[in-house]
């Protein structure tokens, strides 16, 4: 079973950068990809991008697009997202999971992102 972990959350004035990380635990990592989500106060899970692990195809988010770049980093089993011009409703918590090509599996604990305007 792999095991993901989020970092790299803080607090940020509109208008800065964070790049969160999403680490993989685990002998052999090789899925078909992975995904960003975020989860704001009161709000639903919202989808933020993904990128296929070998090939490095990505899509986003029409919300983050321009904004956001996902990358991921094969000796090191993690997932990147660069996140700039942030807005404080980008503010939420950002999680990591396994795309399998169909459904998302193996959900990171989450790290917190505030916005401050």
């Known amino acids: 079973q792999v095991q993901l972990v989020e970092s790299g959350g803080g607090l940020v004035q509109a208008g800065g950068s964070l790049r969160l990380s999403c680490a993989a635990a685990?002998?052999?990592?090789?899925?078909?990809?992975m995904g960003w989500f975020r989860q704001a106060p009161g709000a639903e899970r919202e989808f933020v991008g993904r990128?296929?692990?070998?090939?490095?195809?990505?899509n986003y988010a029409d919300s983050v697009k321009g904004r956001f770049t996902i990358s991921r980093d094969f000796a090191k089993k993690t997932m990147y997202l660069q996140m700039n011009s942030l807005q404080p409703e980008d503010t939420a918590v950002y999680s990591c999971?396994?795309?399998?090509?169909?459904?998302?599996?193996?959900w990171g604990q989450g790290t917190q992102v505030t916005v401050s305007s």
């Open positions: 990128i296929t692990w070998s090939g490095g195809v990505t």
């Open positions: 685990g002998r052999t990592f090789s899925p078909f990809g």
């Open positions: 999971a396994i795309y399998t090509g169909y459904n998302y599996n193996n």
